[in-house]
Protein backbone atom coordinates (compact mmCIF):
# COMPACT_ATOMS: atom_id res chain seq x y z
CA UNK A 1 0.00 0.00 0.00
CA UNK A 2 1.34 3.12 -0.89
CA UNK A 3 2.16 5.53 1.93
CA UNK A 4 0.38 9.16 2.84
CA UNK A 5 3.15 12.16 2.72
CA UNK A 6 3.01 15.90 4.12
CA UNK A 7 4.62 18.20 1.45
CA UNK A 8 6.87 21.40 1.55
CA UNK A 9 6.33 24.44 -0.29
CA UNK A 10 9.99 23.83 -1.99
CA UNK A 11 9.81 20.41 -2.86
CA UNK A 12 6.32 20.92 -4.70
CA UNK A 13 7.93 24.08 -6.55
CA UNK A 14 10.61 22.49 -7.67
CA UNK A 15 9.19 18.88 -8.71
CA UNK A 16 6.66 21.44 -10.72
CA UNK A 17 9.43 23.44 -11.96
CA UNK A 18 11.17 20.17 -13.61
CA UNK A 19 7.71 19.06 -14.73
CA UNK A 20 7.90 15.69 -12.26
CA UNK A 21 5.06 16.97 -9.46
CA UNK A 22 2.91 13.94 -10.78
CA UNK A 23 5.31 11.50 -9.29
CA UNK A 24 4.10 12.14 -5.89
CA UNK A 25 0.44 11.12 -7.23
CA UNK A 26 2.09 8.00 -8.34
CA UNK A 27 3.87 7.04 -4.87
CA UNK A 28 1.93 8.68 -2.53
CA UNK A 29 -1.67 7.75 -1.52
CA UNK A 30 -2.55 11.04 -0.28
CA UNK A 31 -0.40 14.06 -0.76
CA UNK A 32 -1.41 16.69 1.86
CA UNK A 33 -0.07 20.31 2.07
CA UNK A 34 -1.42 23.06 4.82
CA UNK A 35 -2.45 26.66 3.94
CA UNK A 36 0.84 27.93 4.24
CA UNK A 37 2.38 25.69 2.06
CA UNK A 38 -0.19 26.49 -0.21
CA UNK A 39 0.31 30.40 -0.02
CA UNK A 40 4.18 29.90 -0.40
CA UNK A 41 4.03 27.62 -3.37
CA UNK A 42 0.87 28.62 -5.45
CA UNK A 43 -0.38 31.68 -4.53
CA UNK A 44 2.82 33.70 -4.29
CA UNK A 45 3.65 31.54 -7.32
CA UNK A 46 0.98 32.68 -9.31
CA UNK A 47 1.56 36.23 -8.22
CA UNK A 48 5.03 36.35 -9.77
CA UNK A 49 4.01 33.96 -12.51
CA UNK A 50 6.27 31.06 -11.08
CA UNK A 51 7.16 27.81 -13.82
CA UNK A 52 4.69 25.13 -12.94
CA UNK A 53 2.74 26.78 -10.71
CA UNK A 54 0.06 25.73 -12.97
CA UNK A 55 0.63 21.92 -12.26
CA UNK A 56 0.37 22.99 -8.86
CA UNK A 57 -2.96 24.46 -9.20
CA UNK A 58 -4.35 21.37 -11.55
CA UNK A 59 -2.79 18.85 -8.46
CA UNK A 60 -4.81 20.82 -6.45
CA UNK A 61 -8.05 20.86 -8.48
CA UNK A 62 -8.05 17.46 -9.28
CA UNK A 63 -7.99 16.31 -5.71
CA UNK A 64 -4.74 14.56 -5.56
CA UNK A 65 -2.79 17.50 -3.62
CA UNK A 66 -5.02 17.78 -0.73
CA UNK A 67 -5.11 21.35 1.19
CA UNK A 68 -5.76 19.95 4.96
CA UNK A 69 -6.26 22.68 7.90
CA UNK A 70 -4.44 21.99 10.84
CA UNK A 71 -5.76 21.20 14.38
CA UNK A 72 -5.47 23.03 17.25
CA UNK A 73 -2.88 21.06 18.55
CA UNK A 74 -0.93 20.96 15.38
CA UNK A 75 -1.41 24.89 14.88
CA UNK A 76 0.03 24.89 18.36
CA UNK A 77 3.34 22.56 17.44
CA UNK A 78 4.10 24.42 14.76
CA UNK A 79 4.26 27.56 16.64
CA UNK A 80 6.08 25.98 19.40
CA UNK A 81 8.31 24.81 16.39
CA UNK A 82 8.50 28.62 15.13
CA UNK A 83 9.31 29.87 18.31
CA UNK A 84 12.45 27.65 19.01
CA UNK A 85 13.78 27.27 15.57
CA UNK A 86 14.53 29.41 12.59
CA UNK A 87 12.15 27.37 10.61
CA UNK A 88 9.81 29.12 8.08
CA UNK A 89 6.07 28.83 8.40
CA UNK A 90 5.19 26.38 5.94
CA UNK A 91 8.16 24.22 6.94
CA UNK A 92 7.01 24.58 10.69
CA UNK A 93 3.40 23.62 9.57
CA UNK A 94 4.16 20.59 7.79
CA UNK A 95 6.17 19.18 10.58
CA UNK A 96 3.46 19.54 12.70
CA UNK A 97 1.28 17.78 10.53
CA UNK A 98 3.07 14.69 9.79
CA UNK A 99 4.24 14.45 13.48
CA UNK A 100 1.04 14.43 14.77
CA UNK A 101 -0.65 12.36 12.33
CA UNK A 102 2.73 9.87 11.48
CA UNK A 103 3.14 10.70 8.46
CA UNK A 104 6.27 10.77 5.68
CA UNK A 105 7.43 14.35 5.99
CA UNK A 106 8.96 15.48 2.41
CA UNK A 107 11.22 18.43 2.79
CA UNK A 108 14.38 19.88 1.52
CA UNK A 109 15.24 22.16 3.90
CA UNK A 110 18.23 20.96 6.23
CA UNK A 111 17.13 22.49 9.72
CA UNK A 112 13.39 21.12 9.24
CA UNK A 113 15.24 17.65 7.96
CA UNK A 114 16.66 17.54 11.68
CA UNK A 115 14.03 18.79 13.58
CA UNK A 116 11.77 16.06 11.95
CA UNK A 117 14.93 13.72 12.95
CA UNK A 118 14.61 15.01 16.53
CA UNK A 119 10.70 14.30 16.39
CA UNK A 120 10.82 11.16 14.91
CA UNK A 121 9.25 12.09 11.45
CA UNK A 122 10.62 10.08 8.75
CA UNK A 123 11.34 12.37 5.95
CA UNK A 124 12.40 12.47 2.54
CA UNK A 125 13.96 14.97 0.23
CA UNK A 126 12.75 15.60 -3.61
CA UNK A 127 16.43 13.73 -4.90
CA UNK A 128 14.85 10.96 -2.31
CA UNK A 129 11.81 10.89 -3.92
CA UNK A 130 13.54 10.64 -7.36
CA UNK A 131 15.47 7.87 -5.98
CA UNK A 132 12.02 6.02 -4.56
CA UNK A 133 10.13 6.60 -8.00
CA UNK A 134 13.56 4.85 -9.23
CA UNK A 135 13.27 1.93 -6.82
CA UNK A 136 9.36 1.87 -7.59
CA UNK A 137 9.68 1.64 -11.54
CA UNK A 138 8.06 5.05 -12.17
CA UNK A 139 11.97 6.01 -13.61
CA UNK A 140 14.71 4.45 -15.88
CA UNK A 141 18.32 4.60 -14.50
CA UNK A 142 18.91 7.42 -17.22
CA UNK A 143 14.96 9.41 -16.56
CA UNK A 144 16.68 9.07 -12.85
CA UNK A 145 19.77 10.95 -14.34
CA UNK A 146 18.70 13.79 -16.11
CA UNK A 147 15.65 14.22 -12.94
CA UNK A 148 18.47 14.62 -10.75
CA UNK A 149 20.36 16.80 -12.77
CA UNK A 150 16.98 19.22 -14.10
CA UNK A 151 16.62 19.19 -10.02
CA UNK A 152 19.93 20.35 -9.59
CA UNK A 153 19.41 23.56 -12.11
CA UNK A 154 16.66 24.88 -9.91
CA UNK A 155 17.63 23.64 -6.62
CA UNK A 156 21.40 23.68 -5.05
CA UNK A 157 22.16 19.90 -4.52
CA UNK A 158 25.68 18.86 -2.52
CA UNK A 159 27.56 16.73 -4.76
CA UNK A 160 27.55 14.43 -1.92
CA UNK A 161 23.92 14.12 -2.43
CA UNK A 162 23.82 13.95 -6.27
CA UNK A 163 26.50 11.09 -5.66
CA UNK A 164 25.12 9.36 -2.89
CA UNK A 165 21.37 9.22 -5.17
CA UNK A 166 23.26 8.12 -8.45
CA UNK A 167 25.16 5.64 -6.59
CA UNK A 168 22.55 4.28 -5.11
CA UNK A 169 20.48 4.07 -8.19
CA UNK A 170 23.23 2.07 -10.21
CA UNK A 171 23.89 -0.20 -7.23
CA UNK A 172 20.29 -1.55 -7.32
CA UNK A 173 19.99 -1.66 -11.10
CA UNK A 174 22.94 -4.90 -10.94
Known amino acids: MRPDAVVDASVLIVLAKTRRLELLKALYRRVIVGPVVKREG ?3 GKRIRARGVELLEQALGDGWLRLVRPTGTE ?3 A ?3 LRVSNLHAGEAEALA ?5 GLLLIVDDQEARNT ?3 LGIQYLGAAGVLLYARRQGYLTLEELEDAVHDLAGVLWLSPSVVATVLKRAREEKR
Not at 97 to 101: F, H, M, S, Y
Open 42 to 44: IEA
Open 75 to 77: SKL
Open 97 to 101: LAERR
Open 116 to 118: AGR
Open 79 to 81: QRL
